[in-house]
């Protein structure tokens, strides 16, 4: 039988979110106004009861990823403004479900549409992925000087590789931090464990993906995000145990500790910031 949001299960460990809506399963409507997507698109092809299931599993990974990059409690006044400011980026991004995705490929961000989509079946586990493809765009304009942009497809991370000007703010140099932990070894010296496996996957397939600097990235903040004590597959999966992560696609130990480490000082400050 073709596995259906309607017949799995994801393994999911966290708070009760929907306590704050009287139980209520929250729809499409509910999550665009609470997190404030600039639009939410179903597919034609997401039947009703896929859609009611589908809200509450995004409902509950959204909040599960905010929570997450907050790593502290704030008033709930403060709670919702983060979460509106932080998920949708102020606003800016775009959701699909079923739609606008690509052939072939589970999940999927859009540069020029600023959206993200996620394929009906096989995009879950992939949101962590794709909404750090959004921010790391995103970051983009507010990282760099503006001569240095490229709005269709370039990615603050790939501008740090290629020494981009950066605009000098505390919250720009512990983003960088997050970088250079990802693609530089402890030292800054040389092409971290994570980027020297991801570029001689690419070799032995004879393509550039894995090794571009957001690919690394995304992968990297989905290990952050799976490492947390929240546990949510819809959201994030296969950073530990996948077939990419036995060839070191994902990072790995004292590397993995030192992106954890970096990721967290960030987000707690861009939380705090938000706040």
């Avoid at 799995?8 to 997507?37: K, M, N, S």
């Avoid at 996620?118 to 493809?133: D, Q, R, T």
């Avoid at 960088?176 to 464990?193: F, H, K, M, V």
Wanted: proline share 5%; charged share 20%; net charge positive.
């Amino acid at each position: 039988m073709r596995k259906t949001l309607k017949n799995r299960e994801f393994y999911r460990r966290g708070p009760d979110h929907r306590a704050v809506l009287g139980g209520v399963i929250p729809d499409f409507l509910t999550i665009r106004q609470l997190f404030a997507f600039r639009s939410v698109d179903i597919g034609r092809w997401v039947k009703p009861q896929e859609q009611e299931q589908a809200a509450g599993l995004f409902y509950d990974a959204l909040c599960d990823l905010c929570q997450i990059l907050m790593a502290q409690s704030y008033p709930t006044s403060k709670t919702l403004k983060i979460r509106r400011e932080l998920i949708s980026l102020r606003g800016t991004l775009g959701l699909q479900y079923g739609t606008g995705g690509r052939p072939g490929v589970s999940a999927h961000y859009s540069p020029l549409q600023r959206n993200f989509a996620l394929a009906k079946n096989a995009g879950p586990g992939s949101i962590a992925h794709e909404w750090f493809h959004a921010f790391d765009h995103y970051m983009a304009g507010k990282m760099f000087q503006p001569d240095m942009l490229r709005p269709d497809r370039d990615f603050a991370s790939a501008l740090w590789v290629h020494d981009g000007e950066m605009v000098d703010h505390r919250l720009n140099h512990l983003l960088a931090d997050c970088y250079q932990a990802i693609l530089l070894n402890e030292a800054g010296t040389e092409p971290s464990s994570l980027c020297r496996a991801s570029v001689a996957v690419d070799k032995q397939q004879g393509s550039f993906y894995y090794g571009q600097p957001e690919e690394m990235c995304a992968r990297a903040f989905e290990a952050f995000v799976q490492d947390a004590a929240i546990k949510n597959h819809f959201l994030v999966k296969g950073s530990k145990e996948s077939p990419e992560a036995k060839i070191g696609l994902y990072p790995q130990g004292e590397q993995r500790q030192r992106i954890n480490q970096a990721f967290s000082r960030y987000f707690s400050q861009l939380c705090w910031a938000l706040a």
